[in-house]
């Protein structure tokens, strides 16, 4: 069998890695940092929404950018760079914000949010994982404006046979009591059995011990990627830090970083960073925390228990590649939190982070075969990295494996340039 090299330690690289080894290839991955998960896997939202994929590019979404902006509490900011590549990228958001582009793409996001489930659940069993506060309490997506509710519920009213339930107020508040608390207006809400949560970052430190026990797996490699050794149409070698690591095939699964990796080689990936910020705020004894995944709409912010924890993760920051914390984006945060579920956690005690999800403009990831003969891509998943990591290292392993995609990758695939 082949050894491939896999780039990245996240939640992206660590499942490409497993699927690669499960097949039985020669596994080796490699990683900047000492631990894993310490980019925009650590503490995201956790939430596994495989049947609400929705891509950020909706049609309705530059019309309300503009009110978001407006707003000191909106979830969206922006910065203006000097830089090709975030201009270019807005560009094709643009794009991309039509309603006929929006729906193609949210029907191959279910898709492969379907099949990524049934992929979690044999890697689940397979790498005998635990602790990792899996959880599978159903997600309910609640509306503060009457008109966005009855629109959303008016589709799934007409959808015959699905899962999607149009509650409103008083049935939501019946469905998670803690709503009961809210100092906020709600229209109703759509709840969707079966969605799970669980902590990504535990998810992955279990991972990677699993892999550390795989017969097929060779090792990490704690070492920056500084570019590639190429014979030809083809990858050698990956240069690292600490030496050249050999390589059958190449994953590219670094998010962000991946964007500069690929360059080096003439390829261009519509990536850009989406900025979002999280708490974890401990559960007491006296909190009522959400046992229901439950997502704000107008705000797009999630909250999720995890364990004995509350995580809320939030926000869109066009800023490029600031990781910084600001301080008025986390008070914001709070403010917003505390009159949404004022009893269900210890804010005061919240842990604060902020990380760069890198996203295509489209909202689909960018998964498959490269101009390069041995590279291949896992990238772009943005704010569904957790949910899709699955079903897109899956479809790596059987196209390296040379088999044919699970999930047709039409949307999926590096367009030319």
Not at 299 to 318: H, N, S
Not at 387 to 394: G, K, M, P, Q, V
Request: charged letters at 20%.
């Amino acid at each position: 069998m082949k050894h491939v090299v896999v780039i990245g330690g996240g939640v992206v690289g660590l499942t490409s890695a497993w699927a690669l080894a499960e097949r039985g290839h020669q596994v080796t991955l490699i990683e900047k940092e000492r631990e894993v998960a310490s980019g925009a896997s650590h503490a995201n939202g956790g939430q596994l929404s495989y049947r609400y994929v929705s891509p950020l590019a909706d049609e309705g979404v530059p019309l309300k950018a503009m009110r978001w902006l407006l707003d000191p509490d909106g979830p969206l900011r922006f910065k203006p760079e000097a830089s090709w590549q975030q201009w270019s990228w807005l560009l094709d958001f643009l794009r991309a914000c039509r309603g006929p582009v929006n729906r193609r793409m949210t029907e191959k996001l279910l898709a492969l949010g379907a099949f990524s489930q049934s992929a979690f659940a044999r890697l689940h069993e397979a790498a005998e994982l635990d602790d990792i506060a899996l959880r599978a309490p159903g997600k309910l997506v609640v509306y503060r404006k009457n008109e966005e509710f009855a629109r959303v519920a008016g589709r799934i009213q007409a959808q015959a046979g699905g899962l999607e339930q149009a509650l409103n107020h008083d049935e939501c508040v019946a469905l998670e009591p803690a709503l009961a608390d809210s100092d906020t207006q709600m229209a109703g809400g759509i709840f969707t059995p079966g969605e799970a949560v669980a902590d990504c970052k535990q998810f992955c430190l279990q991972l990677a011990q699993a892999l550390k026990a795989h017969g097929n797996f060779r090792g990490f490699v704690t070492a920056e990627v500084t570019g590639f050794v190429q014979r030809g149409n083809s990858v050698a070698a990956v240069k690292t830090s600490q030496g050249d690591v050999a390589a059958d095939q190449v994953v590219l699964a670094a998010g962000l970083q991946s964007r500069a990796l690929a360059q080096s080689l003439g390829i261009k990936l519509p990536l850009y960073p989406l900025k979002g910020y999280s708490l974890t705020a401990p559960i007491g004894s006296g909190h009522r925390p959400p046992e229901v995944s439950v997502t704000d709409f107008e705000k797009k912010i999630l909250y999720a228990r995890i364990g004995d924890q509350l995580r809320v993760a939030a926000m869109v920051d066009l800023v490029g590649e600031d990781e910084s914390i600001d301080p008025h984006r986390i008070a914001s945060l709070q403010r917003t939190v505390r009159a949404t579920f004022p009893k269900a956690a210890d804010y005061d005690r919240a842990v604060a982070w902020a990380g760069l999800r890198p996203a295509t403009p489209s909202g689909a990831p960018i998964v498959g075969a490269t101009p390069v003969g041995n590279l291949w891509l896992n990238v772009g998943h943005g704010a569904l990295g957790f949910t899709f990591s699955f079903a897109t290292a899956d479809i790596v392993a059987e196209l390296i494996s040379g088999r044919s995609s699970p999930v047709a990758l039409d949307g999926l695939q590096l367009q030319p340039a």
